[in-house]
């Protein structure tokens, strides 16, 4: 998962209509009840997918699954040999599990390497700090930037003290707040810094618990801005920094950083489908993203999301459905680097826009569900809603304001009903982008939970008699 | 905090009666009505204490006074310059405190260095693992080790599977059951793999918690049994291996490790009072470890049990108050290579057991007390048990079985009643022997709460009129 903007920040998402078609989703005659009426239906499904996945045969396989991926191939940085890996062993995973129209989409994606890298403290005393090198950064020369340490907690510090700033370290000991709010210093801490004369930046880890953990992400240059080198640091370090700042302490920092940015890599986004037997052309979409970043496992972020999409098609399949739409899987590829593979997705697919019921994403783990995040129109949610209490049985039927994933925006801001699975967001910061996420953090019955909803909503949707109807 | 072997194992401690002296501590003919009445006048004694550490001007003194120490001087090894650093500071901290018969004992300990290290899995893919060697273990040859892994879980395993283990890595993915039962692989796994003619061994930390951290800590070699260099891997890393190992992979790890042991190096207890008006040559010992391991700050174990102990003399003196027995201090050194300072200061204190009231020590974390640990008589259980009363205005009253403490358990087992601050192990063992062990974890309103307690108790036990009774 790498921005999160919506769920938290409060932006308010207006439907975009595109000029061209007019949405033809809403001219159901049918009453409220009726809907009703058929979602009730669907409970002996629901109770066939909730026991096949929690106590049946299928159980814990989503974590078996992702599990040997994950141990064989490691994290899955964009552009990386071990990426490439994964989306060929995907490929053909999903080929010997029997799914349909399964084809790989070539996209061009970012191709960054942190190298060795390295951060001494060298005062007020010799200290070996933990970083991790940001995604896009560029690296320092080959004997480090040795400079002292202007050190702020907000971009208005910053601001207010620019004078301060040229020729040192910036470093960033913002508080955590939210992830939406505080990862912009992860994101812009380096442009800011870098237009006041900074020689690099270290940003405190964006994380809501640590163990002297760094959690790296992407961060983004900006035109007619130097670009500076940029890392995270460890929420112990940036406390301890600002500790010896308020003793009137002067820190001297030297920083080394490999960091290179390499020519676009071929990559793919990769897609399985149940074909649909009324209404083929039409599409239910379920996704994760099988990239991650390049320490520890990319097991939560997103493997899990991953591979619970693939299980909601594998369930589908063992029960021997058949939706009357066609159900989608799409594993993105370069998410963590601002959504590339989906981007590119949109762009080539948007012209059936009108064709997709509802866009699902799981990016925010795949621990014991809360509910169901989603975005669309009133009557939509009524639906999704009636839906969502065929999970009684496992306890998950809450529906939540704001479906969001980095590689779903494109879709819910152009209009489409969005959905995404919303489980503890204290215990994914804990572990995000860093060499914790890794299968130590998944559990098997709670992946089981996780797969069962997921499955439930995208099969009773791609199901329905109509598509869901937008605003 | 070392080893733990009391709390947990279910270990009976039989109070050891010394040939040479006649223990008179339960000539008393007062009714324990009496006692409690004496108790309950320090109600107000109490409450003053508690209101100055809590709520006045004492307030988050400990924790500054850490922090400014563990800023300043980092981790603080046994042998290290920086331990050296920490004692002359605190040595002059206390002489600047006012305290009394400010005095460093000196006592060799162990100097022992981790060097540059590293752990590369090569099979069956390439994996930088994060390791930290054991306190005493050798290194490796510069080359490194290059064996294949045989990993087992328990001590059993290793017997049973003997045969397969000679020329290999023996990794010991044991579960974490409690800290007293796990720390055995960390202190005796090297030794029991080299006895079945392993080359080296990796010990899943011993944690509570894990984001990829490695725990480190004290191990021990065996005369006659080859010395093989041990390190600690993450909680990660073990269960990656183990699932990898179920799925029929062959392991191969390069581990290279450049420990060396030292001669041994000067090194002092630190040693404050405040002496007895009535009984000067009765004391009541409070005491934490002044020393740590290489990593972390070291703020938690045992900053907060050395700061604690010195807060609770401070307050006194701040209160103006003067218990009739000694109050003693003890900032002990190389508690972590097992109560090196402590079992010196036992050897040339010991002739004085009889004098000895209570001795305490603070080494399970200076969160939110659940209470204290005691081990003592059934009476001197419940005088204190009265004094634990008066702490009932910031609600820690209980008493628990089981004093303890590394540096004290030479004087518990002796006979004399032994006291030990008890909180949130989960916490505490998250944490332990980590890079994560800074002032990150510590909070300063927890501490003033740990202190308050500390002191209370130290003082009424220390003014009461007769001893704590033994048994």
Redesign the interface.
């Known amino acids: 998962m790498k921005f999160l903007l919506f769920i938290f920040a409060g932006v308010h998402l207006l439907p975009l209509n595109s000029g061209k078609a007019t949405y033809r989703h809403d001219n159901s005659q049918r009453t409220f009840q009726e809907i009703k009426d058929e979602i009730a239906h669907y409970g002996d499904v629901a109770k066939a997918i909730i026991n096949l996945a929690v106590y049946g045969k299928a159980q814990n396989r989503s974590y078996e699954r992702l ?2 991926l994950v ?4 994290p899955r940085l964009s552009g990386s040999k071990s990426l490439e890996k994964a989306i060929q062993i995907m490929y053909q995973n999903l080929k010997e599990d029997g799914l349909e129209n399964v084809h790989l989409e070539p996209v061009k994606i970012p191709h960054w390497e942190r190298g060795e890298e390295s951060a001494m403290m060298l005062e ?2 010799m ?1 070996k700090m ?1 970083i991790l090198g940001l995604g896009s950064s560029i690296g320092t020369p080959p004997e480090g930037i040795t400079a002292e340490v202007l050190l702020v907690t907000s971009f208005n510090e910053l601001q207010r003290r620019a004078s301060e700033a040229r020729g040192k370290i910036v470093v960033y000991n913002q508080p955590y707040t939210n992830y939406s709010r505080t990862v912009q210093y992860r994101v812009k801490g380096a442009v800011e810094a870098a237009k006041v004369g900074a020689l690099a930046s270290l940003i405190r880890s964006v994380a809501s ?5 760094p959690h790296t992400g992407v961060q983004e240059y900006q035109d007619g801005v130097p670009k500076i080198p940029t890392a995270c640091i460890t ?2 370090d940036a ?2 920094m600002s ?2 700042v308020s ?1 009137g302490s002067r820190i001297i920092i030297q920083l080394k950083m490999g960091a290179k940015n390499y020519p676009d890599a071929n990559s793919f986004n990769t897609v399985a489908e149940i074909v649909g037997s009324k209404y083929p052309d039409q599409v239910v979409l379920v996704s994760g993203h099988l990239d991650s970043w390049d320490v ?2 990319g097991a939560m972020d997103d493997g899990g999301g991953a591979f619970i999409s693939w299980e909601a098609l594998s369930l589908i399949k063992d029960l021997g459905l058949r939706p009357k739409r066609t159900l989608r899987l799409v594993l993105w590829t370069a998410e963590e680097q601002g959504g590339i593979g989906a981007s590119q997705y949109y762009q080539l697919h948007k012209v059936n826009i009108s064709k997709y019921s509802l866009v699902m994403e799981s990016d925010l783990g795949t621990f014991i569900p809360s509910g169901l995040q989603f975005t669309g129109s009133e009557k939509a949610r009524a639906i999704i809603k009636e839906v969502m209490s065929l999970l009684q049985p496992i306890n998950v039927t809450q529906v939540f304001s704001a479906g969001e994933g980095t590689d779903i925006n494109f879709w819910i801001q152009a209009g489409v009903p969005g959905a995404s699975l919303l489980d503890d967001l204290y215990k994914y910061f ?2 995000h982008h ?3 996420d ?3 953090v998944m559990d098997p019955k709670q992946m089981n939970i996780a797969a069962a909803l997921w499955t439930v909503v995208s099969y009773v949707v791609a199901d329905m008699e109509e598509m869901l109807p937008r605003s």
Request: aromatic share 10%; net charge neutral; charged share 20%.
């Open positions: 599990a040997l141990d064989t191939v490691g007020p005393r200290h933990a618990f640590s163990i002297y953990s929420v112990e406390e301890m500790r010896m003793r520890g496992q804990s572990f860093s060499n914790g890794t299968m130590t």
